[in-house]
């Protein structure tokens, strides 16, 4: 019996995983190293060459604005990674994406600090239909770093009544991804945290 038929046959996934994965079961019974962001589409809307900028807002936009953030971690679940770049995507109030201009609107990139840090100030994404259903409100990430598995995935937002039909945001793995909006500070900026865990090659 090879190790993969050996765990969906003692279905003890986690437990089984720690003798020969990353993940570890600590003394509090809790386990270290289940922390790799999950995937999710690309989508048709992605562009390659969008400019290096963490403001996407400009004169005119509509939307409420956000400021995006949060900590790219390596494999170990707690080493911050410096020096990854995030892309960003999504689409405007209306659900519509720049799909031609040379303006990128809502597309952008960034690099990491060395504390694994990046922000991105944006406007909370419309919704579109797929079919005959609206997406729920979502971003596209693609996350690439050094000798890292390339990362493209998507976030949520918490209350989004579209998630439950939604065959990628109702996913049992994108449950991490689908995050509270929260208020910054007294002034009523809004914040949405998205950490990142990146696994090797
Ligand atoms: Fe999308």
Redesign the pocket.
């Known amino acids: 019996m090879d190790r993969r038929k050996f765990i969906a046959a003692s279905g003890l996934s986690a437990i089984s995983l720690s003798t020969f994965g990353k993940i570890i079961k600590t003394d509090d019974g809790s386990f270290v190293g289940d922390c790799e962001t999950s995937n999710d589409i690309l989508?048709p809307?992605y562009r390659a060459d969008v400019p290096l900028r963490s403001d996407l807002t400009y004169e005119g936009l509509e939307g409420t604005v956000i400021d995006l953030k949060g900590i790219v971690y390596d494999d170990d679940c707690t080493t911050p990674l410096s020096e990854a770049m995030i892309e960003i995507w999504?689409?405007d109030k209306e659900g519509a994406y720049d799909n031609d201009s040379n303006d990128f609107h809502q597309r952008g990139k960034v690099i990491t600090n060395k504390a694994g840090e990046y922000s991105f100030k944006t406007i909370l994404p419309g919704k579109y239909l797929n079919g005959d259903k609206f997406?729920p409100a979502?971003i596209?990430y693609r996350v690439t770093a050094k000798a890292k598995k390339e990362l493209i995935s998507q976030i949520y937002f918490h209350g989004d009544p579209h998630i439950v039909d939604d065959p990628w945001a109702s996913k049992k793995k994108a449950e991490r991804r689908i995050l509270p909006i929260s208020l910054e500070d007294t002034k009523g900026n809004l914040a949405v945290v998205f950490d990142i865990y990146l696994s090797n090659k």
């Open positions: 989508g809307f999504h689409c997406r979502h596209h």
